[in-house]
């Protein structure tokens, strides 16, 4: 129990952001209307891809003879990278339909 | 110097997720938040790889990998993204979806490797009091009971989002069936406890333990996300999307904790709040609670909604279609899931021209989750150039239909089914409805009578005001418009 406190303690500025940044995604989601439902979940997706700065790092950390470890970093570069740049530019077509009408 | 220049960075990155987000709630906009998102993360992504230090003060290493990994996943992601027909992105996005997830899981394993081989103790730079920069004393401290809840959360999550994405991805395209057994529920909560369970275990027993264990909890969560997904039916699969798209953020922000990282963390917790809210809004539509659309198998029950043994349905020809449509005052058209199958966003959008050069007035009505995502027919729609304002949602629609001669129902079902407003033994119970009854005349395009994706009967059909006609959905507008030139 005390190291779960002690724990808590200790990241205390990154459980500020956890509980402060839900309130913000809860309050700027509720206004969207219906219609860019699909494009947003889309875009939303696309930002769940910030993970790969985490594979990045832990590739960039990995050592250079560790192969078990640079394959595995590199799948979940490579699988990063896939959710980053295809949810854009997927969420960049559907909206560019939206824009076509105007 | 660099460090300071990161952070800032990654500030900037994270307002541009807030950003990009906000700006999606408006059409006009929404184009530029996308973009501006997508910039936030590049420069993100490229700061990271040069200015990035970990604790010990080294930069990272081994470039090449991580360069051939971003072409090869860049290059990857741009033709998917521009190959996918728009009828298949809610699939899309459930993919991509699972390839972060599969990412954030790969990340704990790594990391958990690494833990295994240096004895679960962490080396930590010594923080020295007085006011010295640089030390290099390093301590060597066992791991945290909070890193070890990370890791797990992000290897449990992150393999159910993966797992379960592939599976709706798999039912959405076609290549997977609803499949359900008895007791499922039950063997799908033992599974998710065992892999609580192991984790916790595993945690606490974490000197002296086999470290495969940690792969029969990965092996445990992937079959959990198999079994979760599959026996869901169809129709609530935009909610299970959404419901993954949530995890996988959750997922990824485990990442930013383990590394500390707050740009990681912002836009993992943005889009597990965001996904989350969605989720209700979506299962608000279908006005269902999200216990029950997990718990409660919406395909698995064929025999629910009332019997239609003795009841006949009549069919009309095009001829007698296209004449009561020229003829009317206002139509108005509700789109479903076969008018994405069929393609034929284009063809309705030339039924509606034609219509109106004739004098007759043309609106859409979209049902919240018409298709198999929210918005689905909007993006459809809007791809064949149909005006913006002509879309009306639900309760619009409802007040419109009574002064409506003709609705001409594209490929929709169970968002028409009037068993959802009084039979309470019906599956779909509940969920509001387009009132397409309350119109003069209901002309409804199918391929033929089965049942819709929710697989119950649709009273609606066999009603005196109700005419069929059947085929295609891009055929039967097609030979529609050439008919009513002909007239």
Redesign the interface.
């Known amino acids: 129990m005390e ?2 406190l002690n ?2 303690h ?2 205390e500025q ?1 459980i500020y ?2 509980i402060l ?6 309050i ?35 050592d ?1 003879n560790n192969y ?3 394959i ?31 | 110097m660099g460090v300071s220049i990161l952070t800032i960075i990654y500030l900037i990155a994270a307002v541009t997720f807030i950003m990009g987000l906000k700006m999606m709630s408006h059409p006009a906009s929404a184009r530029n938040g996308n973009s501006a998102a997508g910039i936030g993360m590049l420069m993100a992504i490229f700061a990271t790889i040069f200015l990035f230090k970990d604790d010990t003060g080294a930069n990272l290493k081994n470039h090449y990998w991580i360069f051939g990994g971003l072409l090869i996943g860049t290059v990857a992601g741009v033709i998917m993204a521009k190959k996918v027909k728009m009828t298949a992105m809610p699939e899309m996005v459930s993919m991509f979806n699972g390839f972060g997830g599969a990412s954030a899981a790969l990340i704990s394993i790594i990391e958990f490797n690494q833990l295994a081989k240096n004895g679960f103790l962490v080396t930590l730079p010594v923080k020295v009091e007085a006011d010295v920069s640089v030390s290099n004393d390093m301590l060597a401290l066992p791991v945290t009971i909070g890193t070890m809840i990370i890791l797990f959360s992000g290897l449990v999550l992150g393999s159910i989002t993966f797992s379960g994405s592939m599976i709706a991805w798999g039912k959405l395209s076609g290549k997977v069936k609803d499949f359900a057994f008895h007791g499922q529920h039950f063997i799908n909560m033992a599974l998710l406890f065992a892999a609580i369970a192991l984790s916790a275990y595993i945690t606490a027993n974490v000197d002296d333990l086999n470290p495969l264990w940690f792969y029969l909890v990965m092996v445990l969560s992937l079959i959990y996300g198999i079994f979760f997904v599959l026996p869901i039916g169809g129709a609530d699969m935009p909610v299970v999307i959404s419901f993954l798209n949530s995890l996988s953020g959750i997922s990824a922000a485990c990442s930013g904790f383990l590394y500390d990282n707050k740009v990681i963390l912002t836009g993992g917790i943005l889009v597990g709040a965001a996904g989350t809210i969605l989720t209700i809004l979506m299962c608000k539509a279908m006005n269902r609670s999200l216990l029950n659309v997990f718990i409660g198998s919406f395909g698995g029950s064929p025999s629910a909604g009332a019997d239609k043994g003795g009841m006949q349905h009549k069919e009309i020809s095009l001829n007698d279609a296209a004449v009561v449509m020229t003829f009317a005052n206002k139509v108005i058209i509700v789109p479903g899931y076969g008018l994405a199958v069929a393609q034929a966003q284009h063809a309705c959008r030339e039924l509606e021209k034609i219509l109106e050069s004739k004098g007759v007035q043309v609106k859409y009505a979209i049902h919240p989750v018409a298709g198999r995502m929210p918005g689905h027919m909007n993006v459809l729609l809007a791809e064949a150039d149909v005006s913006y304002d002509k879309l009306l949602e639900m309760e619009i629609a409802n007040e419109e239909f009574p002064t409506t001669d003709v609705v001409l129902i594209l490929g929709a079902n169970d968002v028409v089914n009037p068993a959802a407003k009084h039979d309470k033994a019906s599956p779909i119970y509940g969920m509001p409805i387009l009132d397409v009854e309350t119109a003069k005349l209901v002309i409804v395009n199918k391929r033929s009578m089965k049942p819709g994706y929710a697989g119950i009967e649709n009273e609606l059909f066999y009603q005196p005001k109700t005419s069929m006609l059947f085929g295609d959905a891009k055929k039967a507008l097609n030979d529609l418009i050439s008919e009513i030139k002909s007239i």
Do not use: C, Q, Y
């Open positions: 190291s779960i724990w808590l200790a990241n990154m952001i956890i940044v839900i309130f913000l995604g809860f700027v989601i509720s206004r969207v209307p219906t219609v860019l439902h699909t494009p947003l979940m889309s875009h939303a997706n696309a930002i769940s891809g910030v993970v790969i700065i985490g594979a990045i790092i832990v590739m960039g950390r990995a250079s078990a470890a640079l595995l970093g590199l799948f979940a570069v490579i699988l990063g990278t896939i959710n980053v740049v295809g949810g854009f530019v997927v969420t960049d077509r559907m909206m560019e339909m939206f824009k076509k009408k105007k």
